[in-house]
Nanobody
Framework: QLQASGGGLVQVGDSLRLSCTAS????????MGWFRQAPGKEREFVAG????????DYADSVKGRFTISRDNAKNTVHLQMYNLKPEETAVYYC?????????????WGQGTQLTVSS
């Protein structure tokens, strides 16, 4: 089970860190990712990280501004976001997957709302 947190209301250009905590002992075996879904739009990939952190991938729109990291000892994955834009207002979801690139998903978090106000 995944629990996402850290969302909120921020201003354009602000920074924010999202966290996702997993229950269970298998966390370190999974590739983890962040996705987002804006109102009226499909869910889209944001960032992914390999089980041991050796590989990371980002959507082109967030490269250079977002950083994904994980702490397997704490069963946690983070998404550090800088220079946020209004169009990034969305519900952000974390997900656990068996494969890299992210696929064969095993669990999704409940989502955390991020609103970027201009």
């Amino acid at each position: 089970q995944l629990q996402a947190s850290g969302g909120g209301l921020v201003q354009v250009g602000d920074s924010l860190r999202l966290s996702c905590t997993a229950s269970g002992r298998a966390f370190s075996l999974y590739t983890m990712g962040w996705f987002r879904q804006a109102p009226g739009k499909e869910r889209e990939f944001v960032a992914g990280i390999f089980w041991n952190g050796s590989r990371k991938d980002y959507a082109d729109s967030v490269k250079g501004r977002f950083t994904i990291s994980r702490d397997n000892a704490k069963n946690t994955v983070h998404l550090q976001m800088y220079n946020l834009k209004p169009e990034e207002t969305a519900v952000y979801y974390c997900a656990a997957a068996r494969d890299w690139p992210l696929s064969n998903f095993v669990s999704w978090g409940q989502g955390t709302q991020l609103t970027v106000s201009s």
